[in-house]
């Protein structure tokens, strides 16, 4: 599984830089990497996001059992929000913690219901 997302993520990048270069936005978009404050938090993103949780998530599925990967990889969202309250100073709503629960809830109902 881990080959094929890799082969779904070069793809996805390739598919972006050709639209990005089709569009003559290429010189601006490796000239915005200048910015050596964007760039890291690029790089972290990157690193962070879809680099370190696709890895995560699926080499959990290799350890225990699918229902119970779901159910940690759910709580993302709980994560994101406290992340975001810190670094972007966004308020944190009850909703906003509601929601984020009510969907990972709703993952440990399906894969344990029964």
Not at 40 to 64: K, Y
Request: aromatic fraction near 8%.
């Amino acid at each position: 599984p881990l080959s094929g997302t890799v082969i779904r993520i070069s793809t996805a990048a390739a598919a972006i830089w050709i639209w990005t270069l089709a569009r003559n936005q290429g010189r601006p978009t490796v000239a915005a990497l200048a910015d050596r404050r964007a760039a890291g938090f690029m790089l972290g993103g990157t690193a962070f996001g879809p680099l370190c949780g696709v890895t995560l998530s699926l080499t959990a599925l290799l350890f225990v059992q699918a229902g119970v990967a779901a159910s940690i990889t759910a709580f993302a969202p709980v994560l994101t929000i406290i992340i975001s309250e810190k670094f972007n100073h966004e308020p944190v709503t009850t909703g906003t913690i509601l929601g984020a629960l009510v969907a990972a809830a709703g993952i440990v109902v399906v894969f344990f219901r029964g």
